[in-house]
């Protein structure tokens, strides 16, 4: 699939440090009903994305998009980290898992305190190896991306898990519904997104990035609001290594730099949910929305794959 157009619109001059003027957005992939949790393999060079509501993986490489797994119970976020460990939200098992590419799957931490997780969300790997991730309850609201039930937990926290511990401890739930969440480069802040107007008909609820001190690695303090995201809902989102925030919304993915000041746009013909960077040289942009998976050059590589 070879769609594409010219889609930077910029508000700042400092944009154009970050994507030029004339990157052209490209549609690698289409046929999903909701795409999300990119993640970008460099020793596959291959790019795999939650095609939530279809419960499957999808995976493009060569040129060629394809389901890489299927009845994979409704995963959403996904991430590599520094080993080349891949790891998923599952919706329908309300846990978080490795995987391999060849397909196996087991649990890493699926209860806190007895209680079943509500449906992990989205997850990332700090450099120590422990796994921080969201816990809302978009998987157990109904059926269509995962399994309704009752929350266990009461309440949407955000987790750490030590993996040599092997234990579960809550960072922060000051967040309506956490979703999306990205370290700084050096990892002294933690940004959050609020997407708890994601479920209301009525359109209210939050639609915002929270960000976080962290504290001797392994707790969050001083939440204070990064920046607020219209039109649409700050979904998913990366941070380049310059620490600009790269976040999806309702048009495309908007770019704010470290003061919440928003230098520009990339507009993207569906509603954008997530991003990663990737490519051989880090510097490509792949974009799930809506139904599709997209890429564009930038002139900046992803502090966190």
Not at 240 to 257: C, M, R, Y
């Amino acid at each position: 699939m070879t769609d594409s157009s010219s889609s930077v619109v910029s508000f700042s001059e400092e944009l154009f440090d970050l994507v030029a003027p004339t990157a052209e957005l490209h549609r690698l992939a289409n046929g999903c009903s909701w795409s999300e949790g990119p993640v970008y393999l460099a020793s596959e060079d291959m790019v795999l994305w939650s095609d939530i509501p279809n419960n499957r993986i999808m995976q493009w490489g060569n040129g060629v998009s394809r389901v890489h797994a299927a009845e994979v119970e409704y995963t959403n976020g996904n991430v590599v980290s520094a080993d080349g460990a891949i790891y998923s939200c599952s919706h329908g098992r309300r846990r978080i898992e490795k995987r391999s590419v060849a397909g196996s799957v087991t649990t890493v931490v699926d209860s806190f305190e007895g209680s079943r997780l509500n449906s992990p969300n989205d997850l990332v790997v700090k450099s120590d190896g422990s796994i921080w991730f969201t816990d809302p309850p978009y998987g157990i609201a109904s059926d269509e991306e995962g399994h309704k039930a009752t929350s266990e937990l009461g309440t949407n926290y955000v987790f750490r898990y030590d993996p040599v511990a092997q234990s579960l401890t809550t960072v922060t739930d000051v967040l309506e519904e956490p979703n999306g969440l990205a370290f700084s480069p050096d990892e002294s802040t933690l940004y959050v997104s609020d997407t708890s107007a994601a479920l209301r008909e009525d359109g209210s609820g939050n639609h915002h990035i929270m960000q976080f001190d962290v504290v001797d690695g392994v707790a969050l303090e001083n939440a204070r609001l990064f920046t607020e995201v219209t039109p649409g809902l700050p979904d998913g989102f990366r941070v380049a290594k310059t620490g600009h925030v790269f976040t999806s919304s309702a048009t495309g993915i908007q770019i704010f730099d470290v003061e919440a000041r928003l230098l520009g746009r990339i507009n993207v013909p569906e509603i954008t949910s997530n991003c990663v960077f990737g490519g051989t040289d880090g510097q490509t942009l792949f974009i799930t929305a809506s139904t599709s998976l997209y890429s564009i050059e930038t002139k900046v590589t992803g502090a966190t794959r």
